[in-house]
Structure formats: structure tokens, C-alpha cells
């Protein structure tokens, strides 16, 4: 019980002390994937405890190459650092659904849903 308490405080001094936010999910995309069509975006973040959000958002993209859609995946999850040097998770891809296009190997319909960790009241 002491190893799973004292990893708990580690987890939340962790996210206390980095002031760093995940980055916005459309500008990302944008950059991660020039010139695909912009996905449908739904946002079902909700509060946690205390001054704690928890920000989930579902991208759905039509059609789009799955490898593109591992690849925003893999850039959001990115570690972020903020000015001081702290550092703490990214964005945790929490589910992916796919549905094949026909005809289209290895492109379709992709769902991300993406979690982070934020204070109230930040993005």
C-alpha cells in the first residue's frame, strides 16, 4: 500500500509543479497533417476532484490513412516541458476505432479519443 501511495504523490507532484498545458488539439492536427480536412471534434472532458479537469476529446476523421491518424496520435502524446524544466505526460490515447474504407487498404473512418490531465480554469 506505501508503494501505491507514494507513486500517487509522485504522479501528483508531478502534474502541481509542470505549468505546461496540452497543446490544442485542432491547431496540432493542422500541423501534424497538413492538409487533411479538419476531424469532427467533440469535447466530454469532465471535472474531477478538487481543482483537477479531465479533458477528453473525440476526433473523427473521413476518410484518412491510419498510419496519419497513429502518427497525431504519437505527437500528442508527446511529453510536454514547461519553462522551468519540469516535464509531464501529454495526451494519453484512451481509445482508437477504425473502420475500413472499402477499397481503401489501410484508410477509413478513425476515431481518437485523447485524455489530459488539467487544472480548472487552463484550457
Same mark, same amino acid.
Given at each position: 500500500?506505501?508503494?501505491?501511495?507514494?507513486?500517487?504523490?509522485?504522479?501528483?507532484?508531478? !502534474?502541481?509543479?509542470? *505549468?505546461?498545458?496540452?497543446?490544442?488539439?485542432?491547431?496540432?492536427?493542422?500541423?501534424?497533417?497538413?492538409?487533411?480536412?479538419?476531424?469532427?471534434?467533440?469535447?466530454?472532458?469532465?471535472?474531477?476532484?478538487?481543482?483537477? *479537469?479531465?479533458?477528453?476529446?473525440?476526433?473523427? !476523421?473521413?476518410?484518412?490513412?491510419?498510419?496519419?491518424? !497513429?502518427?497525431?496520435?504519437?505527437?500528442?502524446?508527446?511529453?510536454?516541458?514547461?519553462?522551468?524544466?519540469?516535464?509531464?505526460?501529454?495526451?494519453?490515447?484512451?481509445?482508437?476505432?477504425?473502420?475500413?474504407?472499402?477499397? *481503401?487498404?489501410?484508410?477509413?473512418?478513425?476515431?481518437?479519443?485523447?485524455?489530459?490531465?488539467?487544472?480548472?480554469?487552463?484550457?
Amino acid at each position: 500500500v506505501r508503494a501505491e501511495v507514494a507513486a500517487y504523490e509522485a504522479a501528483r507532484t508531478l !502534474f502541481e509543479t509542470c *505549468q505546461a498545458e496540452p497543446p490544442l488539439l485542432l491547431p496540432l492536427v493542422a500541423k501534424c497533417l497538413p492538409g487533411a480536412t479538419a476531424p469532427e471534434l467533440r469535447d466530454l472532458s469532465e471535472a474531477g476532484a478538487g481543482a483537477w *479537469q479531465r479533458r477528453r476529446h473525440e476526433l473523427s !476523421f473521413d476518410p484518412i490513412a491510419a498510419a496519419d491518424a !497513429f502518427a497525431l496520435a504519437v505527437a500528442a502524446g508527446q511529453p510536454l516541458r514547461d519553462a522551468a524544466g519540469n516535464e509531464r505526460p501529454g495526451w494519453r490515447l484512451s481509445s482508437c476505432v477504425i473502420r475500413p474504407a472499402p477499397g *481503401q487498404p489501410g484508410s477509413g473512418r478513425v476515431v481518437l479519443t485523447l485524455d489530459a490531465l488539467v487544472r480548472n480554469g487552463n484550457r
